[in-house]
């Protein structure tokens, strides 16, 4: 399989080559590929989180909405008492 890399790609390429850490562009793809794995990874790990605990998130968001509310009516019926 042929791919051609754009230029800032190719000047990355050329930058790790000449560290002598690598010694061939298969080398730079393969390590690449594997962060890309390691990330997918960590996504897929936080996305799970997120899902379970979106339950826990959205019960949160209510009941602090419901405080807010209770505080406002609280507020409102003070100043009506106040009138």
Excluded at 10 to 16: A, G, N, P, S, T
Excluded at 42 to 58: F, G, P, T
């Amino acid at each position: 399989m042929k791919f051609k890399f754009n230029r800032r790609h190719e000047i990355f390429i050329q930058e790790k080559l000449s560290s002598g850490r690598y010694h061939t562009i298969e080398e730079i793809i393969a390590e690449a590929l594997e962060l890309l794995e390691e990330h997918d990874k960590k996504y897929e790990q936080w996305l799970e989180a997120v899902r379970n605990n979106a339950d826990v998130s959205i019960a949160e968001l209510e009941r602090i909405d419901n405080k807010f509310l209770i505080a406002q009516l609280e507020r409102k019926l003070r100043q009506a008492l106040e009138s």
